[in-house]
């Protein structure tokens, strides 16, 4: 799909330099996405059930969201992802006041929606497991063996659900000789 990029110029220089450098932005983003079109088929249809939390977890997250995944975020009731408080930057509101969540939370987590849940209870992980019955991918990013507690490890799940996709990101890998450091 080729766009038209011809812009109406004001008689002021500045103006003029200022659209130019916009339009040309623009282009490049889109022959950035038809590039990475090109390389990454769309994940349209594709549901997400995301357990992740920080950095790693929500940027893989946001990246297919952005792509066309349908993401679920889990989250804590009450307190949400601890990057909802990660600021200043804060969006402001209609009046110019910061508003609750930080500009990293809201960028790591477009394209996703978002739902309360205490998984440390037996009727949260139920609720992450009837959600699982719907999604082709789980991601997750807690410490190794954190989710096996919960009945949320790849062991506890692969039974039940043959054909999920579970990703795992951790910082030194789930086994092998420096596994352990990431429960430091």
Request: hydrophobic share 35%; with cysteine.
């Amino acid at each position: 799909m080729k766009k038209n990029y011809q812009l109406n110029y004001s008689e002021n220089r500045v103006a003029k330099d200022k659209l130019y450098r916009q339009a040309e932005r623009a282009r490049k983003a889109d022959m950035m996405f038809a590039v990475l079109s090109d390389y990454f088929p769309s994940t349209d249809g594709l549901k997400v059930l995301d357990l992740t939390r920080i950095l790693a977890g929500p940027t893989c997250t946001q990246l297919l969201g952005d792509l066309g995944a349908d993401v679920i975020k889990i989250e804590r009731p009450g307190a949400g992802d601890d990057t909802r408080k990660w600021g200043p930057p804060y969006l402001k509101d209609r009046d110019g006041e910061d508003r609750a969540e930080s500009a990293y939370y809201l960028s790591c987590n477009r394209n996703k929606r978002s739902v309360a849940l205490d998984i440390s209870r037996p009727g949260g992980s139920a609720l992450v497991r009837r959600l699982l019955a719907h999604c082709g991918v789980l991601i997750e990013n807690f410490k190794v063996g954190g989710l096996k507690k919960y009945g949320l490890d790849h062991g506890s799940l692969r039974g039940g659900f043959p054909r999920l996709v579970y990703c795992s990101i951790t910082g030194f890998g789930q086994t092998g000789p420096y596994a352990h450091l990431s429960r430091l």
